[in-house]
């Protein structure tokens, strides 16, 4: 049991010794660390590691390497990746093929698998170690501290790694003070709005109850993010803890985790380092002595999107419709079950640790004048490295894509950076050198949203992106509100119709009109910001609408009804691989045999094809295309 | 409520006991009885409003709500197709169409043999590996239309084998 400050001071330097003798080889072991996030275990990487203990055993040296999963490393395009300390080599892309060779060549020979290095696209050069790689280079690790390092599963680790030195600090403090270094550290909220966390903490602090709550927003609900489920899978305990600190500062002695049903594995590591620390005395009653108590619950979503809401997610732990409540009374007065409740995002929470911990200063040294603090953004689509990056606010667009991002795979030309998920906008070309902080990206017509960054190619079609988020929007609608529930199914069926080449220039004003009175008509912010994809897509590729409706063209040939596939005769070897994987059987031999070939051609009956692009991936010789 | 077995309602009687000391309980009881009995048709719902208090009209309320509670038995294997827009934008919608196709169900459906239920979801969060697609839990990354028919033909061999 740890129950007195003396006891975690005792625990933290152990703990601490420990995992840097692991890193630096000081304890004379070698240590193997796999990532063990969503993207990479679905490679297999747990398969790896057992092999990898498999393998030692075989060779005689297991009791001088160890293998842990850790959280996720955030280079999801290189994964599954393995690391190996005290060298700090970092292999990617590993298979489970590939584990003889590292543990013979590596582990038994001391010499490094040259192939499974990673390679600098621009320059070629490999690169052994992970800060050497221009996608780690400009990154700042805080909400993501020790994500990538420690065993999400061993309390141990975490606190080897700083965990609860925070709330050390915090406990030390008058709960006002907290605030205060909230406050003074300017952090704003990282799920999407970014009211100033401090405030918000300061009103619950401010409200008489007999009983407050904290409620962590885990239902991280846009499609292309995934930074808090990296995070909760990463390093839970930093999530716990900053919940205790918030917890701590305005009067609260419970917390509440909901997180969406679909992240098993952060629910499963929530749960584990929830048991854990209350093992050890961290969390329940009279904490370090301090005479503070406080415990963490943990309930899980069940699939609806609306609930990421704040009042809608309280809703939903009442056990009721997730279904946004008007506002005022905010949850700061009148929360979870009528008590003054504060609903904080993953991402901010797992900052809390580190602002009490280094202090406001430290971190408000990063950012911008309104923006402080780093950012962590899932990047996504048409981008060469695909994966979770946190960068200080006031970080490019352009170095987001291309520095970072590593650009456009295939050398495509970029078309449009989507942020902010279907309540955001895109952001063209012109706008790549603008530094991204909250009000910057509003300003711009997007916004930061929960830090999803898709980007899109020539290939994507506007429209059909619009209509994308407008589909999804309409499904998660909640019903409760007219003018969310009518108005993004009229814009929906406006926007079908303008990708099947049926709209007219009138239905253009009607998409505006409707955009606005559903921006200032709805209930929550889900129908406030419905629109944002239409009006962004709008202003920035009106000409791509007006190609839908006048000229009949979807210009990127997505739209289906409005592209068909073709077979360059003069490219056609007649191989036939393509007619063989027709799902319709509309790919027929034609009497043409072209220059230098031997076969004839083929040809695709546009009558009969069903648009499914299954020809498009197995011809070899790139003889098929969209018009 | 005579359509359901003794056991099933010992069953749902026993998820609903897990939960007495929270407080609201119901989206928990929901997501277990979800989880272990497979759905939660109106019977159930009877036997959970007498054992929490909670109305019937309450409960389907809220069953209906929610995309993960369903009123019918899901397929023996559930196919989720990502659609999150990092999945879309590299062609999820082809993938999705062709499991369509190939199954003849339409998303959100039960192929007639109670095999194979398709299900649009929302991201998952693995945009690292879109296009990306999850059946009872395992993840196949980077899919497309092409990989389809074998991993379906797998499952139609496991689910006839097993």
Same mark, same amino acid.
């Not at chain 1, 696209?121 to 805080?142: C, H, L, M, W």
């Not at chain 1, 200080?392 to 291309?402: A, D, H, K």
């Not at chain 1, 799902?583 to 069903?610: M, N, Q, W």
């Given at each position: 049991?740890?129950?007195?400050?003396?006891?975690?001071n005792?625990n933290?330097?152990?703990?601490?010794?420990d995992?840097?003798?692991?890193?630096?080889?000081?304890?004379g072991k070698?240590?193997i660390v796999?990532?063990g996030?969503?993207g990479c275990l679905s490679?297999?990487?747990?398969?790896?590691?057992?092999k990898?203990r498999?393998?030692l055993?075989?060779r005689?040296v297991a009791?001088?390497?160890?293998?842990?999963?850790?959280g996720?490393f955030?280079?999801?395009?290189?994964?599954?990746?393995?690391?190996?300390?005290?060298?700090d080599?970092l292999?990617?892309? &590993?298979?489970i093929?590939?584990?003889?060779?590292?543990?013979?060549?590596?582990i $038994?020979?001391?010499?490094?698998?040259d192939r499974l290095?990673y390679?600098?696209p621009?320059?070629?050069?490999k690169?052994?170690?992970?800060?050497?790689?221009n996608f780690?280079k400009k990154?700042?690790?805080v909400?993501?501290?020790?994500?990538?390092?420690?065993n999400p599963?061993?309390?141990n680790e975490?606190l080897?790694?700083g965990a609860?030195?925070?709330?050390?600090?915090?406990?030390s403090m008058?709960?006002q003070?907290?605030?205060?270094?909230?406050?003074?550290?300017?952090i704003?909220?990282?799920g999407g709005?970014?009211?100033?966390?401090g405030r918000k903490w300061?009103?619950?602090y401010?409200?008489?109850?007999?009983?407050?709550? &904290?409620?962590?927003?885990g239902?991280?609900?846009?499609?292309g993010?995934?930074?808090?489920r990296?995070?909760?899978?990463g390093?839970?305990?930093a999530v716990?803890?900053?919940m205790?600190?918030?917890g701590y500062?305005i009067?609260?002695?419970?917390?509440y985790f909901?997180?969406?049903?679909?992240?098993?594995i952060?629910v499963?590591r929530l749960?584990?380092?929830?048991?854990q620390?209350?093992?050890?005395?961290?969390?329940?009653?009279n904490?370090?002595?301090?005479?503070?108590?406080?415990? $963490?619950?943990?309930?899980?979503?069940?699939?609806?999107f609306?609930?990421?809401e704040?009042?809608?997610?309280?809703n939903?732990?009442?056990?009721?419709?997730g279904?946004?409540?008007p506002?005022?009374?905010f949850?700061?007065?009148?929360?979870?079950w009528?008590?003054p409740?504060?609903?904080?995002?993953?991402?901010?929470?797992?900052?809390v640790?580190?602002i009490?911990?280094?202090?406001?200063?430290?971190?408000?040294s &990063?950012g911008?004048?309104k923006?402080?603090?780093?950012?962590?953004?899932?990047l996504?689509?048409k981008?060469?490295?695909v994966?979770?990056?946190e960068v200080?606010?006031?970080t490019?667009l352009r170095?987001?894509?291309?520095?970072?991002?590593?650009?456009?795979?295939?050398?495509k030309k970029?078309?449009?950076?989507q942020?902010?998920?279907?309540?955001?906008g895109?952001?063209t070309?012109?706008?790549?050198?603008?530094?991204?902080?909250?009000?910057?990206l509003?300003a711009?017509?997007?916004?930061?949203?929960s830090g999803?960054a898709?980007?899109m190619?020539e290939?994507n079609?506007?429209?059909?992106?619009a209509?994308?988020?407008m589909?999804f929007?309409?499904d998660?609608?909640?019903?409760k $509100?007219?003018?969310?529930?009518?108005?993004?199914?009229?814009?929906?069926e406006?926007l079908t119709?303008?990708t099947e080449?049926?709209?007219?220039?009138q239905d253009?004003?009607?998409?505006?009109?409707?955009?606005k009175?559903?921006k200032?008509?709805?209930?929550c912010?889900?129908?406030?910001?419905a629109?944002?994809?239409?009006?962004?897509?709008?202003s920035h590729?009106?000409?791509?609408?007006i190609a839908?409706i006048?000229?009949?063209?979807?210009?990127?040939h997505v739209?289906?009804?409005?592209?068909?596939?073709v077979?360059?005769?003069?490219?056609c070897?007649?191989?036939g691989? $393509?007619?063989?994987?027709c799902?319709?059987g509309?790919?027929?031999?034609?009497?043409?045999i072209a220059?230098?070939?031997?076969?004839?051609?083929?040809?695709?009956?546009?009558?009969?094809?069903?648009?499914?692009?299954?020809?498009i991936?197995?011809c070899?010789?790139?003889a098929?295309?969209?018009? | 409520?005579g359509g359901?077995?003794?056991?099933?309602v010992?069953? !749902?009687?026993?998820?609903?006991?897990?939960?007495?000391?929270?407080?609201?309980?119901?989206?928990? !009881?929901?997501?277990?009885?979800q989880?272990?009995?497979g759905? !939660?048709?109106?019977e159930?719902?009877?036997?959970?409003?007498?054992?929490?208090?909670?109305s019937?009209?309450?409960?389907?309320?809220?069953?209906?709500f929610?995309?993960?509670?369903?009123?019918?038995p899901k397929?023996?294997?559930?196919?989720?197709?990502?659609l999150?827009?990092a999945?879309?934008v590299?062609?999820?919608?082809n993938v !999705?169409d062709?499991?369509?196709?190939?199954l003849?169900i339409?998303p959100?459906e039960t192929?007639a043999d109670?095999?194979f239920?398709l299900?649009?979801l929302?991201?998952i969060?693995?945009?690292?590996?879109a296009p990306?697609?999850t059946?009872n839990g395992?993840?196949?990354p980077?899919?497309s239309?092409?990989?389809?028919?074998?991993v379906?033909?797998?499952?139609?061999?496991?689910g006839?084998?097993a």
């Amino acid at each position: 049991m740890i129950n007195t400050i003396d006891k975690l001071n005792e625990n933290i330097a152990a703990r601490t010794k420990d995992l840097q003798d692991k890193l630096s080889g000081a304890d004379g072991k070698r240590h193997i660390v796999l990532c063990g996030g969503t993207g990479c275990l679905s490679n297999h990487s747990k398969e790896i590691s057992e092999k990898f203990r498999e393998v030692l055993a075989d060779r005689g040296v297991a009791d001088k390497v160890t293998v842990n999963l850790v959280g996720c490393f955030g280079f999801c395009s290189q994964g599954p990746f393995v690391k190996i300390y005290p060298e700090d080599t970092l292999y990617r892309l &590993v298979k489970i093929e590939d584990v003889e060779e590292i543990v013979d060549t590596d582990i $038994c020979g001391g010499t490094v698998v040259d192939r499974l290095l990673y390679v600098e696209p621009a320059t070629g050069e490999k690169v052994s170690k992970q800060d050497d790689i221009n996608f780690y280079k400009k990154q700042r690790r805080v909400a993501l501290h020790g994500c990538g390092v420690i065993n999400p599963e061993d309390i141990n680790e975490a606190l080897g790694m700083g965990a609860f030195q925070g709330l050390k600090r915090a406990l030390s403090m008058s709960r006002q003070e907290v605030i205060d270094e909230v406050l003074a550290s300017g952090i704003r909220g990282r799920g999407g709005a970014g009211f100033p966390s401090g405030r918000k903490w300061q009103f619950a602090y401010n409200s008489q109850g007999d009983e407050k709550y &904290v409620v962590c927003n885990g239902d991280e609900g846009d499609p292309g993010a995934f930074m808090d489920r990296s995070i909760l899978e990463g390093n839970p305990l930093a999530v716990i803890e900053g919940m205790m600190i918030a917890g701590y500062a305005i009067g609260a002695s419970n917390g509440y985790f909901y997180v969406r049903a679909e992240y098993p594995i952060a629910v499963n590591r929530l749960r584990i380092a929830i048991k854990q620390a209350k093992e050890l005395g961290l969390l329940g009653e009279n904490i370090l002595g301090s005479g503070f108590s406080f415990d $963490c619950h943990l309930r899980l979503g069940a699939g609806a999107f609306v609930c990421g809401e704040e009042t809608a997610l309280l809703n939903s732990i009442e056990g009721k419709r997730g279904m946004p409540r008007p506002r005022p009374p905010f949850p700061a007065v009148k929360g979870l079950w009528g008590k003054p409740t504060i609903i904080n995002n993953v991402e901010t929470l797992a900052c809390v640790p580190y602002i009490l911990r280094e202090g406001a200063e430290k971190f408000a040294s &990063v950012g911008t004048e309104k923006s402080k603090g780093t950012k962590v953004f899932a990047l996504g689509g048409k981008v060469n490295n695909v994966g979770l990056v946190e960068v200080p606010m006031g970080t490019t667009l352009r170095e987001l894509i291309y520095d970072i991002g590593g650009g456009i795979p295939g050398g495509k030309k970029f078309k449009a950076i989507q942020t902010g998920g279907p309540s955001g906008g895109c952001l063209t070309e012109e706008f790549l050198d603008e530094p991204i902080d909250f009000d910057n990206l509003v300003a711009k017509g997007s916004m930061m949203g929960s830090g999803g960054a898709i980007v899109m190619d020539e290939d994507n079609c506007m429209v059909d992106v619009a209509k994308f988020y407008m589909e999804f929007i309409c499904d998660e609608s909640c019903g409760k $509100c007219t003018p969310c529930r009518i108005g993004t199914k009229r814009m929906l069926e406006i926007l079908t119709r303008i990708t099947e080449g049926k709209g007219t220039m009138q239905d253009l004003e009607d998409l505006e009109d409707l955009s606005k009175t559903v921006k200032t008509n709805s209930l929550c912010a889900l129908g406030q910001t419905a629109s944002n994809p239409i009006t962004s897509t709008l202003s920035h590729f009106r000409d791509e609408y007006i190609a839908h409706i006048v000229d009949k063209k979807c210009p990127a040939h997505v739209c289906k009804s409005m592209m068909q596939y073709v077979i360059d005769k003069e490219k056609c070897i007649g191989c036939g691989m $393509c007619a063989k994987g027709c799902p319709a059987g509309c790919i027929t031999r034609t009497d043409y045999i072209a220059p230098g070939h031997k076969l004839a051609s083929f040809e695709i009956d546009a009558a009969k094809c069903v648009k499914c692009g299954a020809c498009i991936s197995t011809c070899k010789k790139d003889a098929i295309e969209k018009r | 409520m005579g359509g359901l077995k003794a056991e099933a309602v010992a069953q !749902i009687k026993e998820i609903c006991g897990r939960y007495k000391d929270e407080n609201t309980p119901l989206m928990m !009881i929901l997501s277990d009885i979800q989880n272990e009995y497979g759905y !939660i048709p109106l019977e159930v719902q009877e036997i959970v409003s007498q054992e929490t208090g909670i109305s019937v009209a309450e409960i389907y309320g809220v069953v209906t709500f929610y995309s993960f509670f369903s009123l019918t038995p899901k397929g023996k294997y559930v196919i989720g197709c990502c659609l999150g827009t990092a999945c879309y934008v590299k062609g999820a919608q082809n993938v !999705i169409d062709k499991f369509s196709e190939i199954l003849k169900i339409k998303p959100g459906e039960t192929t007639a043999d109670g095999m194979f239920t398709l299900d649009a979801l929302r991201c998952i969060g693995a945009c690292g590996i879109a296009p990306a697609v999850t059946i009872n839990g395992t993840v196949y990354p980077k899919m497309s239309a092409g990989k389809v028919p074998e991993v379906v033909a797998h499952y139609v061999k496991e689910g006839a084998t097993a």
